[in-house]
T-cell receptor, first 114, second 114 residues
Framework: GDSVTQMEGPVTLSEEAFLTINCTYT??????LFWYVQYPGEGLQLLLK?????DKGSNKGFEATYRKETTSFHLEKGSVQVSDSAVYFC?????????????FGKGTKLSVKP | DVKVTQSSRYLVKRTGEKVFLECVQD?????MFWYRQDPGLGLRLIYF???????EKGDIPEGYSVSREKKERFSLILESASTNQTSMYLC?????????????FGDGTRLSIL
């Protein structure tokens, strides 16, 4: 079945460091891909999405490119801030009869130190 | 903006009690979802609903039931609460267009079963 694998955390970086969180997926069909962020004590918020191959999603300085050939959707940011400390989830949409369902990775906790 | 409201942020109940978790969305979305979130396990789908009075089991439905009497409201019911149901519960909604639409999440209910 469909699945998402993302790098295990926690990831600890200094402010202004470069961030990469790896995400790979297995899916039938042509899913949409998402990154969600969860700040402490809150629910999940959509960070960015891509709906087809080679699409680049971007928001708040974060970017991810839908790579069909490597089945990947890695999250990147050039210069992280303390306020980026959160848990990040990669997800893909269900296909066919499961449209609307999302399959999530297990999350990667990011801590950014001043 | 879509607003998904969960009735309680924190809830403490006793073993054997019947527990109701309520979720309301204000954007006329057809699809609604209940997840539980546990450390190291990510988000796991309990139940979802594509329409009023309609429900589908997710990955871990045992010990839970749901009710969707009105389009905007989706309730999760713990029939007889047990300590292993202590968790963070997240509700989400999405329109019926399916696969490329993100899910919108509430802030979560942190449930403790004593």
């Amino acid at each position: 079945g469909d699945s998402v694998t993302q790098m295990e955390g926690p990831v600890t970086l200094s402010e202004e460091a470069f961030l990469t969180i790896n995400c790979t997926y297995t899916a039938t069909g042509y899913p949409s891909l998402f990154w969600y962020v969860q700040y402490p004590g809150e629910g999940l918020q959509l960070l960015l999405k891509a709906t087809k191959a080679d699409d680049k999603g971007s928001n708040k300085g974060f970017e991810a490119t839908y790579r069909k050939e490597t089945t990947s959707f890695h999250l990147e940011k050039g210069s992280v801030q303390v306020s980026d400390s959160a848990v990040y989830f990669c997800a893909l949409s269900g296909y066919g009869g499961s449209q609307g369902n999302l399959i999530f990775g297990k999350g990667t906790k990011l801590s950014v130190k001043p | 903006d879509v607003k998904v409201t969960q009735s309680s942020r924190y809830l403490v109940k006793r073993t054997g009690e019947k527990v109701f978790l309520e979720c309301v969305q204000d954007m006329d979305h057809e699809n609604m979802f209940w997840y539980r979130q546990d450390p190291g396990l990510g988000l796991r789908l309990i139940y979802f609903s594509y329409d009023v009075k309609m429900k589908e089991k997710g990955d871990i439905p045992e010990g839970y039931s749901v009710s969707r009497e009105k389009k905007e409201r989706f309730s999760l019911i713990l029939e007889s609460a047990s300590t292993n149901q202590t968790s963070m519960y997240l509700c989400a909604s999405t329109p019926s267009q399916g696969g490329n639409q993100p899910q919108h999440f509430g802030d979560g209910t942190r449930l403790s079963i004593l």
